[in-house]
T-cell receptor, first 113, second 113 residues
């Protein structure tokens, strides 16, 4: 596609529910990133993939967060047993190769009630 | 850990003014610096990317400078327009890890007609 596509755009989850957020990067982009953006803050790094390999997951806030990219294209960020503090916009970005310009998706706004 | 600070947090100006947004970072060993624009409810749009070896980049009415040794960047917007109203985010790549952007909290700009 022409850009990075994320779905759903909005998700409301009850506390304790599991959620899955999807990211379709630009075709051919090797690198894929997930960021979390709390209200009024800048995005914070969660995890990084190069093709299907998850090379850095140092930003994942707890073991309730899990990301995968099994075929080196689409990626899913899963949050188990959601908590209110998980409410944020989750942004996905991809790039052709490291240190090149990054293209961000429009994000998924997660609200945990 | 890299810390990125943006000043001011918010700015309201009349249309036509030239303005400067500031960004500072604590560790100068960066690979590049990027300025993004974020509209409400939207993802990030890349405005300018400055590699660590460069001093400035220009695109239309936008000019970004980088002084890596002092840990500072400025985004200059000439002849501001109401359509420039958005949040502007500064992000640095590095140090050491070229897979992770560190973002500031942004400057929310309102250009009044």
């Amino acid at each position: 596609g022409a850009g990075v596509s994320q779905s759903p755009r909005y998700k409301v989850a009850k506390r304790g529910q599991d959620v899955a957020l999807r990211c379709d990067p630009i075709s051919g982009h090797v690198s894929l990133f997930w960021y979390q953006q709390a209200l009024g803050q800048g995005p914070e790094f969660l995890t990084y993939f190069q093709n299907e390999a998850q090379l850095d997951k140092s930003g994942l806030p707890s073991d309730r967060f899990f990301a995968e990219r099994p075929e080196g294209s689409v990626s899913t960020l899963k949050i188990q047993r959601t908590q209110q503090e998980d409410s944020a916009v989750y942004l996905c970005a991809s790039s052709y190769r490291d240190m090149y310009g990054y293209t961000f998706g429009s994000g998924t706004r997660l609200t945990v009630v | 850990k890299q810390e990125v600070t943006q000043i001011p947090a918010a700015l309201s100006v009349p249309e036509g003014e030239n303005l400067v947004l500031n960004c500072s970072f604590t560790d100068s060993a960066i690979y590049n610096l990027q300025w993004f624009r974020q509209d409400p409810g939207k993802g990030l749009t890349s405005l300018l990317l400055i590699q660590s070896s460069q001093r400035e980049q220009t695109s239309g009415r936008l000019n970004a400078s980088l002084d890596k040794s002092s840990g500072r960047s400025t985004l200059y917007i000439a002849a501001s327009q109401p359509g420039d109203s958005a949040t502007y985010l500064c992000a640095v790549l590095g140090p050491y890890n070229f897979n992770k952007f560190y973002f500031g909290s942004g400057t929310k700009l309102n250009v009044k007609p």
